[in-house]
């Protein structure tokens, strides 16, 4: 099946697990992909492979719980693709309340919870307004 032909997936922790997983489904379903991850050696070894395939990806070392590099890094998606339609959030950044305040606990897998790429999350939703809505965040 070919489901993202024409769309542009970010997708975080892609360079293992769930993210890598992510990544490669919807790569082989025609979407191109901007892959972002700290592992940066392991994700451009993913990201060879997938390219060898005829994927369209382009990648880029990312630490989620940088704001200002999860900005940058949906701006340089845009500026590659064009365009945005699909956030996968993987690794993302969770905070808890406590008596003194939010902590974030670690990365971890909890889509559109909390913190999760908070700088970029918000740029995305800006591309989506410009895009009238039609995207989708994991
Ligand atoms: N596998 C499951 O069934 C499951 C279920 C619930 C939650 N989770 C959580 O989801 C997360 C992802 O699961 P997984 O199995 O794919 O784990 P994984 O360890 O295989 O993949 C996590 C990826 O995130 C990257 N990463 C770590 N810190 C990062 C950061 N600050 N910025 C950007 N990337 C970062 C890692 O380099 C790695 O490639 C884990 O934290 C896990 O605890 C997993």
Redesign the pocket.
């Known amino acids: 099946m070919q489901r993202f032909v024409g769309k542009v997936a970010f997708v ?10 992510t990544m490669t489904r919807l790569g082989r379903e025609g979407a191109k992909i901007f892959a ?4 940066a050696g ?2 451009a070894e993913e990201v060879a492979k997938l390219s060898e395939e005829g994927v369209d990806i382009h990648s880029r070392a ?5 704001e200002a590099d999860c900005r940058a890094a949906v701006e340089q998606c845009v500026t590659q693709f064009g365009k945005l339609d699909v956030l996968c959030n ?2 993302g ?1 969770v905070l808890t309340s406590s008596h003194d305040g939010e902590h974030p606990l ?5 889509p559109g919870r909390y913190a999760a790429l908070a700088g970029s999350g918000r740029e995305y939703c800006q591309y989506f307004i410009r895009g009238g809505f039609a995207g989708a965040a994991l």
């Open positions: 975080t922790g892609a360079a293992s697990g769930i993210g890598l997983a972002a991850d700290i592992n392991q994700l990312l630490d989620v719980t940088d993987i690794a950044m670690g990365v971890c897998a909890l």
